[in-house]
């Protein structure tokens, strides 16, 4: 029996659920007053969301020199906060598709925040590369368009191309793999509503008149095991083709071909912090403790563990090949770096992302709510200063000394980052208010082999096995 | 088991021909107008695919037409006069006028290129006996002094505006009445130069006969002529050959920056200073001096010493050489403290008799007595001190003296202030400032209402010189003439022709030319070339025993902290301070831009404990003299101990908008004629200040904390040897060159050059790092200013910058200049990351920038391994579409309709947000290829030079086509063994080639640069 689980796993749905209880369960929190809290976060989101689009604006009317980049550091926090928000959106692809295939029920709880946090992610990262331009108002000359320029065509050389391409594969996958999954579940909440209410319209049209026949189902699971096969790959070929861009370049820091796995594990190492951020907050207000378990976060904190040691580890690779391979001006970067003057932000990147985590071999603290609330705030500012020292730290020392500078943000830099964490808050208490936080279908469909009854059952199963009866002891 | 057929219809049953004709169709019933949709192979003519296109055409079309509008704007035919086009203008090509800068201090024969009826850039004149072609950073920015819109724009009498009629009137009626009156009437003036107007004032002096002509100069040099009235019994700065002079020993001289006429120095100098394989000599360059200046910089031998101690050593030096070539000694000085350093010195200047020239930058007579003294024991004048007199620095201390106790006691009653501007400039500020609104007249000649001319009743502005009509004289015999490029902007007059109908005289400035060089030979010659040279070479002896009589060795002394006040190469005496292109030119020594600030040693530094800056320097109040003042620190290696220097020429107040409260004043802090003074204090205030640096980082050894870097690193930059591994072997310094070179391969090919390959070739032993490349680069490209703030944030737009790295001992370094432009990498990093193809190779070797296509993601700027690509951070020329920046005041002088008027309309003006950089001057490339396809022939080895190339006075860099095997840019790539390029090991094959720096030097360069950096350092701010 394919079905059959240990009993011995924890049941990653608690409560003694029912089905029906599921539905009420999830749909309530898109239904009712709206709640004081929700509103007043909104409202907060919203302002800062403004004040990071008034900073856009003061941008595009001034100019980039109202940044702090200068002639040595042509990028600093534009592209920094690029692949920052662009690896939080990891770990949303990355439950959705490579956990599926590898049939990870424990998915089924967080999947739905997570690909929502990385369309909403991947919004406030394109922010960046576009905004970041001198002539934004050309911004379409990237677009490998039929034009009347002559015979203008981009250059497919660049890493930069490759990364409007890698961009916008990503984020239209990743939407349509999210809303594939929303439509049986906005089915599910037209159902709860009274028929032929404006509620009831709106999300009819949204589930596309879901009626839940077996052929829809069908279609529905095979389109969702089709874009989880196009997904995976994307999962390690978008941050591959963002490292790229520093990959392929001759800056010393930049130039190592580290870059790609060093990067894919850092996203997915900062994706997975941001989920835990977001879902130990949700979980508690939105009273999901039974579908979001202490077994969830515990999982989550093991691959925490795992690619902060894989980032980790590329760190010191990075270092030992920079000595090993005698190119001088890569030994220096690199000494620059934790020795120069901005040794302050190596270390925070080292504690933060390789020291930290290694925590989490303990499960007392992998399973304690408040640490892992902790850890995945360090990682996701030990995440951000990564990007900060790969790209200044490299940018603001390199060949020539007589062009060495050192890098200074800007209120208009600060103040659009700061926005975009409010575009990303904003959307997400949208998504929470209105579309279901929680697979429903997905979760109903492992109720009944990892939920606390079917342990029971389970229990019940192999009472007589010898196995079952010592370890029961 | 046969199919059971199903049938609509007798036709479907029968299966008829038109059936079938049907039932293929899509629609079965006939539609009206679908034969347009049928194939056009069967003979209907349009298909479904030109339909298609039909409509696409159609939809674009009414899209394009309906939303952009093309506003048809009126042209009209340029420059007729009447029906005829003036001759001599043709639209696009531009016509050179023969003028000659002069400033008071130097003077430069140009070539001023005009286009369209505006002058746009100057250029050297190479046919002129002295400068050779060669310019300075000063006369290259005087073209935007031209279209300065704080220039007065007619007379002003207070503040009202009068017509020049009413002007001459007034002004007339009070100098008559002052004169009948018995009162003084004073005319204050620079250093004129121009014959024209010293007949004016002798004509104004003969109708008033209280009339005197005083002339001064802001920083001084009246002991030289003082000195001479004793030593060669006239008082003239006599010419300097220092082409002919094996050893050079300068003493606080910055001749090649800002000592007299640093351009023909420069040249005369540079001659000597380059060794090759033919020629491996080059002369010795000893240079005693407080502050670091370009000139100590080129020197081989540096010899700190404080200003006081310049005397001691000058004494020393004259003991020495006496007791070797036989003279009298000068007794009861002080020993001088480096006694091996003179030993040296003496020792190479008694070897080279009358090949030899000993110089002094300092206004102090007895110093000058004592450096004539030397080179009259030497035997040096004739040969190379002659007695030709160059007629700068014409001011009189005694005489500004005279005058202002004449002011104090009321004797003036009128003066006329020309290229005068003593409140600012004089230590006498004071009693002008009180004494001026008390006089019957005054009158200011200046171009603006500056500090004095504020105060004066009248002020009635002279011309810019390239508006004008002049003659000048800067050496004896040699006439030099100043012609209009357009005709004056504003309702201004020369000051020739205003004084001399002050005199009562109608005239003009034209005819006082005319007249003055009737005697000249061809008007129309002369103008063309621009000079006449009526060589006079006068004897000249030097009465050595007079001389040392004059020297009085005890005096002198002076006690605790000195301070040493120096011009800067770029600002000079402040004159041009609003000139916005000289204020942002960095210092070649500090790399600092739009400040002045106390320079302090590095050994000071230490002692305090003081943090070593990068961009933030903390204020220091500086007290001598019984005054004080708030400047920032900044660390000057090279200062002698116990010694500071502070530069003149900032703290303007009533410059214009570029140059007012930039840096602070300190003329009213000297005492007359004496540029240092002594018992200092400096006290550290604990406030901070930003300050415009380039270059924030000094040596190429870096940090304290940090590993060194091997000596191959130093030499992927900057390669050096002595003369003599350099006469041992023509690749002294270059060594790793041939090894780098078998190295170099590629998996990908090279990028063929069929005709011409560009390239630049920058010879760093004749570079002396005086910048003048950097302006003509900013003039050429219209590469735009940006102001303290941008510069103080890293965003500054030179295309071209001079690198400066010092090394050896921080406390007398030596100091390595490196021009650095786009280096044109045949292997482009810049060229793979752009994404849109903005940045390209061109089949002729030049890395181009296409600034329409540039969405400005400055990847190709982080990809650069030389950081010469500049991006518009903000909108510098005025574009209407943006928004104004409001912190850089300085970067809105493009702001200016009548600023623009500079621009060269050759080179595209860069919109905000593009990444622009070196281009090579392409346009003088494509202009240089269209004359010779005109003229029907190839191009010429030096048909095509880039303005870097041409405003050097040092012939620096050489431009040219490498793949000309005659090419002089050829033979320097490819035959001259110390050309080596940067980073060559990295494969980035660069068009640009430098040439190691030779020194004449006995020891070998230093292995390791000296640590001079700190890490904590970053914040600058005294603890």
């Known amino acids: 029996?394919?079905?059959?689980?240990?009993?011995?796993?924890?049941?990653?749905?608690?409560?003694?659920?029912?089905?029906?209880?599921?539905?009420?369960?999830?749909?309530?929190?898109?239904?009712?007053?709206?709640?004081?809290?929700?509103?007043?976060?909104?409202?907060?989101?919203?302002?800062?969301?403004?004040?990071?689009?008034?900073?856009?604006?003061?941008?595009?009317?001034?100019?980039?020199?109202?940044?702090?980049?200068?002639?040595?550091?042509?990028?600093?926090?534009?592209?920094?906060?690029?692949?920052?928000?662009?690896?939080?959106?990891?770990?949303?692809?990355?439950?959705?598709?490579?956990?599926?295939?590898?049939?990870?029920?424990w998915r089924t709880g967080v999947n739905r925040a997570a690909e929502a946090m990385t369309i909403f992610a991947v919004v406030c990262a394109g922010l960046f590369p576009v905004f970041h331009m001198g002539r934004v108002w050309d911004a379409f000359f990237i677009f490998p368009l039929p034009n009347t320029r002559g015979p203008l065509w981009q250059n497919f050389n660049s890493p930069l191309l490759w990364d409007v391409f890698a961009i916008s594969t990503y984020f239209s996958v990743s939407l349509l793999f999210w809303y594939t999954g929303l439509v049986p579940d906005f089915g599910t909440i037209r159902d709860q509503a009274k028929p032929g209410s404006i509620r009831w319209k709106i999300y009819n049209v949204l589930s596309f008149g879901w009626v839940g026949e077996a052929k829809h189902w069908e279609r529905w699971e095979s389109l969702s095991l089709i874009l989880a096969g196009l997904s995976t790959p994307l999962v390690l070929s978008v941050h591959t083709i963002v490292s790229f861009d520093f990959a392929t370049s001759i800056v010393p820091g930049w130039h190592t071909t580290i870059l790609p796995p060093y990067f894919v594990a850092g996203a997915i190492f900062s994706g997975?912090?941001?989920?835990?951020?977001?879902?130990?907050?949700?979980?508690?207000?939105?009273?999901?403790?039974?579908?979001?378990?202490?077994?969830?976060?515990?999982?989550?904190?093991?691959?925490?563990?795992?690619?902060?040691?894989?980032?980790?580890?590329?760190?010191?690779?990075?270092?030992?090949?920079?000595?090993?391979?005698?190119?001088?001006?890569?030994?220096?970067?690199?000494?620059?770096?934790?020795?120069?003057?901005?040794?302050?932000?190596?270390?925070?990147?080292?504690?933060?992302?390789?020291?930290?985590?290694?925590?989490?071999?303990?499960?007392?603290?992998?399973?304690?709510?408040?640490?892992?609330?902790?850890?995945?705030?360090?990682?996701?500012?030990?995440?951000?200063?990564?990007?900060?020292?790969?790209?200044?730290?490299?940018?603001?020392?390199?060949?020539?000394p007589s062009s060495w500078i050192d890098y200074r943000p800007t209120w208009v830099e600060v103040g659009i980052y700061v926005g975009t964490g409010g575009i990303f808050m904003t959307l997400f208490l949208l998504f929470s208010r209105f579309f279901p936080v929680v697979a429903i279908a997905e979760v109903k469909s492992i109720l009944k082999i990892s939920g606390d009854q079917a342990r029971a059952e389970q229990w019940d199963e192999v009472k007589d096995d010898d196995v079952y009866k010592t370890l029961e002891k | 088991m046969s199919e059971i057929k199903y049938w609509k219809s007798l036709e479907e049953l029968n299966e008829t021909p038109e059936y079938k004709d049907k039932a293929s169709k899509e629609f079965q019933e006939e539609i009206p107008g679908l034969d347009m949709f049928e194939s056009a192979s069967e003979g209907s003519g349009t298909d479904r695919r030109d339909f298609l296109k039909v409509m696409g055409f159609s939809v674009s079309a009414a899209a394009l037409a309906a939303s952009c509008k093309t506003p048809v704007k009126k042209a009209v035919p340029y420059v007729f006069n009447g029906n005829e086009q003036i001759p001599e203008v043709v639209p696009g090509v531009a016509d050179f006028y023969a003028t000659t800068y002069y400033d008071g201090s130097s003077f430069v024969n140009l070539v001023a290129k005009v286009r369209e009826g505006r002058p746009i850039k100057l250029e050297g004149n190479t046919d002129a006996p002295f400068t050779k072609g060669g310019t300075s950073a000063r006369s290259q920015a005087s073209i935007l002094s031209l279209y300065d819109a704080t220039r007065l724009k007619c007379p002003v009498k207070g503040n009202k505006a009068i017509s020049w009629n009413q002007a001459d009137k007034e002004i007339t009626s009070k100098l008559a009445e002052i004169n009948a009156a018995g009162g003084k009437i004073a005319i204050l003036t620079g250093s004129l130069g121009s014959v024209v107007t010293k007949k004016a004032i002798e004509k104004l002096k003969v109708k008033y006969s209280n009339a005197v002509h005083v002339a001064y100069d802001a920083v001084s040099q009246y002991a030289i002529r003082k000195a001479n009235t004793i030593?060669?019994?006239?008082?003239?700065?006599?010419?300097?050959?220092?082409?002919?002079?094996?050893?050079?020993?300068?003493?606080?001289?910055?001749?090649?920056?800002?000592?007299?006429?640093?351009?023909?120095?420069?040249?005369?100098?540079?001659?000597?200073?380059?060794?090759?394989?033919?020629?491996?000599?080059?002369?010795?360059?000893?240079?005693?001096?407080?502050?670091?200046?370009?000139?100590?910089?080129?020197?081989?031998?540096?010899?700190?010493?404080?200003?006081?101690?310049?005397?001691?050593?000058?004494?020393?030096?004259?003991?020495?050489?006496?007791?070797?070539?036989?003279?009298?000694?000068?007794?009861?000085?002080?020993?001088?403290?480096?006694?091996?350093?003179?030993?040296?010195?003496?020792?190479?200047?008694?070897?080279?008799?009358?090949?030899?020239?000993?110089?002094?930058?300092?206004?102090?007579?007895?110093?000058?007595?004592?450096?004539?003294?030397?080179?009259?024991?030497?035997?040096?004048?004739?040969?190379?001190?002659?007695?030709?007199?160059?007629?700068?620095?014409?001011?009189?201390?005694?005489?500004?003296?005279?005058?202002?106790?004449?002011?104090?006691?009321?004797?003036?009653?009128?003066?006329?202030?020309?290229?005068?501007?003593?409140?600012?400039?004089?230590?006498?500020?004071?009693?002008?400032?009180?004494?001026i609104g008390k006089l019957k007249l005054s009158v200011s000649l200046n171009d603006r209402s500056d500090e004095t001319g504020s105060l004066a009743q009248y002020v009635c502005p002279d011309n810019h010189y390239l508006e004008t009509w002049d003659l000048l004289e800067p050496k004896s015999g040699y006439y030099c003439f100043v012609q209009p490029t357009i005709n004056p902007i504003f309702d201004t007059r020369a000051a020739s022709e205003t004084l001399t109908k002050w005199a009562g005289e109608q005239t003009t400035a034209y005819d006082l030319v005319k007249a003055e060089s009737a005697a000249m030979g061809s008007w129309e010659n002369n103008l063309q070339l621009g000079f006449v040279d009526n060589s006079s070479a006068a004897g000249v002896s030097c009465n050595v025993g007079a001389s040392i009589a004059g020297v009085n060795a005890s005096a002198g002394a002076a006690s605790g902290t000195e301070v040493v006040f120096y011009e800067k190469v770029a600002i000079g005496d402040g004159t041009f301070a609003n000139n916005p292109l000289l204020q942002e030119m960095p210092d070649p020594i500090s790399k600092t831009t739009w400040d002045n600030y106390v320079c302090v040693p590095y050994s000071w530094a230490k002692e305090k404990d003081m943090k070593l800056w990068l961009r933030e320097a903390p204020i220091a109040k500086v007290s001598f003299n019984g005054k004080s003042v708030e400047l920032p620190v900044m660390i000057s290696f090279g200062l002698p101990k116990d010694t500071v220097a502070i530069a003149v020429g900032y703290g303007r107040t009533k410059a214009g908008k570029a140059g007012d409260n930039v840096g602070k004043n300190v003329y009213d802090l000297l005492k007359p004629g004496q540029f240092s003074a002594d018992n200092v204090k400096i006290e550290l205030t604990g406030k901070g200040y930003k300050l415009g640096m380039n270059q924030q980082y000094h040596t190429l050894q870096e940090d304290n904390n940090l590993p060194s870097r091997p000596r191959r690193y130093r030499n992927s930059i900057i390669k050096e040897a002595n003369l003599k591994q350099y006469q041992a072997k023509h690749n002294a310094g270059n060594e790793d060159r041939e090894e780098i070179k078998e190295h170099l391969l590629t998996l990908y090919g090279y990028h063929p050059y069929q005709s011409h390959h560009w390239a630049l070739s920058v010879d760093m032993n004749s570079c002396i790092g005086c910048g003048a490349c950097v302006i003509a680069c900013n003039v050429e490209n219209n590469v735009p200013v940006v102001g303290k703030e941008r510069v103080y944030k890293g965003q500054e737009m030179h295309w071209m910058r001079i690198d400066r790295y010092f090394s050896g001992d921080p406390d007398n370094p030596d100091v390595s200049f490196q021009p650095m432009m786009c280096q044109h990498c045949n292997n482009a990093p810049c060229e793979n990351v752009c994404p849109v193809n903005a940045t390209n190779h061109s089949s002729e070797g030049l890395n181009q920038m296409a600034y329409n296509r540039c969405i400005g993601t400055r990847y190709c700027a982080n990809n650069c391994p030389f950081k010469v690509r500049r991006f518009n951070w903000l909108d510098y020329q005025g574009n209407d579409s943006f928004g104004k920046w409001t912190d850089a005041t300085a970067a809105e002088y493009m702001y200016e309709d009548l600023t623009r008027m500079v621009l060269n309309p050759d080179v595209t003006v860069r919109t905000r947000g593009v990444i622009e950089k070196c281009s090579m001057c392409v346009q003088r490339i494509q202009e240089g290829k269209l004359t010779a396809k005109k003229e029907n022939r190839t191009l010429r080895d030096g048909d095509i030079k880039t303005a870097c190339q041409t405003s050097c006075p040092t012939n620096a860099i050489i431009f040219g086509d490498i793949n000309d095997g005659n090419s002089a840019v050829h033979k320097a790539f490819f035959e001259e063994e110390r050309n080596y390029h940067l980073f060559e090991e990295l494969h980035f094959l660069t068009n640009v080639g430098y040439k190691v720096k030779v020194r004449n030097k006995d020891e070998e360069p230093a292995l390791y640069f000296t640590p001079v950096m700190k890490e904590e350092d970053i914040k600058g701010i005294v603890k």
């Not at chain 1, 989101?45 to 900073?55: E, I, K, M």
């Not at chain 2, 004797?411 to 005068?420: K, N, R, T, W």
């Open chain 2, 231 to 435: 030593s060669l019994g006239t008082g003239i700065i006599p010419s300097y050959q220092f082409d002919k002079a094996n050893v050079i020993v300068g003493f606080n001289c910055d001749f090649l920056g800002t000592w007299l006429n640093p351009v023909e120095f420069a040249k005369q100098y540079a001659t000597n200073r380059v060794p090759s394989k033919e020629n491996p000599t080059m002369s010795r360059h000893h240079q005693f001096q407080s502050a670091m200046t370009i000139t100590g910089a080129s020197a081989d031998y540096r010899y700190p010493i404080k200003p006081s101690e310049e005397k001691l050593a000058l004494i020393a030096l004259y003991n020495a050489v006496a007791a070797k070539v036989g003279g009298s000694v000068i007794s009861g000085a002080k020993a001088f403290a480096n006694k091996a350093a003179i030993d040296k010195v003496a020792g190479e200047l008694a070897a080279n008799k009358g090949r030899s020239l000993v110089v002094s930058g300092t206004n102090n007579v007895e110093n000058q007595l004592l450096v004539n003294a030397i080179n009259g024991l030497l035997g040096n004048y004739g040969i190379t001190i002659t007695g030709r007199s160059l007629n700068v620095k014409e001011g009189n201390d005694d005489a500004l003296a005279t005058l202002v106790a004449d002011i104090k006691s009321g004797a003036v009653q009128g003066l006329i202030l020309l290229g005068a501007n003593p409140v600012y400039n004089t230590p006498y500020a004071d009693v002008f400032k009180s004494a």
């Open chain 1, 1 to 105: 029996m394919s079905h059959f689980e240990s009993p011995l796993r924890e049941p990653l749905i608690t409560g003694n659920k029912t089905w029906k209880k599921i539905t009420d369960d999830i749909v309530v929190n898109t239904t009712g007053d709206i709640k004081p809290l929700w509103l007043i976060a909104t409202l907060i989101s919203a302002a800062v969301a403004a004040f990071g689009v008034f900073c856009i604006g003061w941008e595009v009317c001034y100019g980039i020199g109202t940044w702090g980049a200068n002639k040595t550091v042509g990028w600093a926090w534009d592209i920094t906060n690029f692949v920052w928000w662009i690896g939080i959106g990891h770990a949303g692809t990355l439950i959705s598709a490579i956990l599926l295939l590898f049939r990870q029920k």
């Open chain 1, 272 to 400: 997975f912090a941001m989920v835990l951020t977001l879902m130990l907050v949700a979980r508690k207000v939105m009273n999901l403790e039974d579908y979001i378990t202490i077994a969830h976060v515990e999982s989550m904190n093991k691959i925490l563990l795992l690619t902060g040691s894989m980032v980790g580890t590329a760190y010191l690779t990075e270092l030992f090949v920079a000595w090993y391979s005698g190119s001088m001006y890569e030994q220096y970067a690199f000494a620059n770096r934790a020795l120069g003057p901005l040794a302050w932000s190596y270390w925070t990147m080292m504690f933060c992302n390789l020291i930290f985590p290694q925590f989490f071999w303990s499960k007392k603290l992998r399973r304690s709510i408040a640490f892992t609330f902790f850890t995945s705030i360090v990682v996701n500012i030990g995440m951000w200063f990564e990007r900060f020292v790969i790209i200044v730290t490299s940018l603001y020392r390199d060949y020539l």
